[in-house]
Structure formats: structure tokens, C-alpha cells
T-cell receptor, first 111, second 114 residues
Framework: RKEVEQDPGPFNVPEGATVAFNCTYS??????FFWYRQDCRKEPKLLMS???SGNEDGRFTAQLNRASQYISLLIRDSKLSDSATYLC????????????FGAGTRLAVHP | DTAVSQTPKYLVTQMGNDKSIKCEQN?????MYWYKQDSKKFLKIMFS???????INETVPNRFSPKSPDKAHLNLHINSLELGDSAVYFC?????????????FGPGTRLTVT
């Protein structure tokens, strides 16, 4: 299994829709996970940290399933401004205290 | 105030040249990183420094040499540039060393080697 895998998408959804992305990881010992958002030609920006079973921030909910080793990101009531690439980030299984970034899932929200 | 800044934002140069990218963070963080994002959009770590000490050194050509004069600055010097070095280089910082800490990224330096 790869360190981290994401469906590249794109996910094309209308405004107001609910959309969910999954991310699988290989490091069963991981304690921390992150979701970043990257707009076209911009830097990645932290969206959410996940340290336990999940986290919620407004329209965004991240859930962690340790048994199946996946993290999900749920976006409710999608806005046009949510259009971006969402990067799943997990600790590297080989140690060295480094993070591995997934290739990202593209989301396109249309009117 | 920009938290993590990089200069230059764009860099166009010819093969064989030597160039440097500078990074500064005003977050008071102890750890800084260099990442490379290639045309396929994969973001890969190159180096990490903690309090001016090199802690992560990935398998990158030794033409790439990082330097941290103090914990707020991390520079990247690249010798003998090659076409394959064309990419976006991101600097990042985190409060501490380790995978529990969120990383904050600079705006990136888009390097084009012709």
C-alpha cells in the first residue's frame, strides 16, 4: 500500500451539494493527519488537523477510521470558492518525523 | 504581515547557471522545510532544519545545498541547473520538529530552467 492515496478526481458538483473525499494511508501508527487546500498556482494552506477520531469546522468535517486506515473530508453546502485541490497529509511510516503529502483531489464547484 | 515569505517569486534561468532562493518566517517557529512540487503536482520534501540543524536530507542531487543562518531563515542554493529542476519550490515552517505539527507554507518560487 502506498503511504497515502487519494482519488485525483475531479469532483464536479453544483453549489450547495455535499461532497466527500477519502484518503487511505499505510502507517498504522500515525497519530496526526492533516487536510490542506491548494488553489491553482498557490501554496498549500492548512484546512484542518485531525488528531483523534475527527474534527469539524463549520461546513467541513474530517473523520478518521483507524481500523480501515482512511481519513475522509466532508464538505457541506459547497460554495464556488471551495473549488481547489485538497491534499491529504499523513506521517511517513519510516519515521524521520516527516509528513507525506497526497497527490490531491480536485474539486470543481459550479453554479 | 506575511508569515512565510520567499524570494524571488519567479526565476527563469538557463541550464548550467547557479541560483539561490531565500525564505524567511516570522512565526517564531523552530523548524523549516524545503519542498519541491513538480509538474505532476506531487509535493515532496527535500530538506528540513530544526534550530539551524539539518534533520531531513532526502535523496536530492548534491547540486542542491540548503543553508540556515538562523532559525528564521532557510535558503536554497542550486548549482549547475538542469531542465529537470524546473518546478515550484515551497518553503514551510512548523512550531516544532515532528509529524504532529502543522506546516505553514510560503507562496512558492516558480523556477523555469531553459
Amino acid at each position: 500500500r502506498k503511504e497515502v492515496e487519494q482519488d485525483p478526481g475531479p469532483f464536479n458538483v453544483p453549489e450547495g451539494a455535499t461532497v466527500a473525499f477519502n484518503c487511505t494511508y499505510s502507517n498504522s501508527a500515525s497519530q496526526s493527519f492533516f487536510w490542506y487546500r491548494q488553489d491553482c498556482r498557490k501554496e498549500p494552506k492548512l484546512l484542518m488537523s485531525v488528531y483523534s477520531s475527527g474534527n469539524e469546522d463549520g461546513r467541513f468535517t474530517a473523520q478518521l477510521n483507524r481500523a480501515s486506515q482512511y481519513i475522509s473530508l466532508l464538505i457541506r453546502d459547497s460554495k464556488l470558492s471551495d473549488s481547489a485541490t485538497y491534499l491529504c497529509v499523513v506521517p511517513y511510516s519510516g519515521g524521520y518525523n516527516k509528513l507525506i503529502f497526497g497527490a490531491g483531489t480536485r474539486l470543481a464547484v459550479h453554479p | 504581515d506575511t508569515a512565510v515569505s520567499q524570494t524571488p517569486k519567479y526565476l527563469v534561468t538557463q541550464m548550467g547557471n547557479d541560483k539561490s532562493i531565500k525564505c524567511e518566517q516570522n512565526l517564531g517557529h523552530d523548524t523549516m522545510y524545503w519542498y519541491k512540487q513538480d509538474s505532476k503536482k506531487f509535493l515532496k520534501i527535500m530538506f528540513s532544519y530544526n534550530n539551524k540543524e539539518l534533520i531531513i536530507n532526502e535523496t536530492v542531487p548534491n547540486r542542491f545545498s540548503p543553508k540556515s543562518p538562523d532559525k528564521a531563515h532557510l535558503n536554497l542554493h542550486i548549482n549547475s541547473l538542469e531542465l529537470g529542476d524546473s518546478a515550484v519550490y515551497f518553503c514551510a515552517s512548523s512550531q516544532g520538529q515532528g509529524d504532529l505539527y502543522e506546516q505553514y507554507f510560503g507562496p512558492g518560487t516558480r523556477l523555469t530552467v531553459t
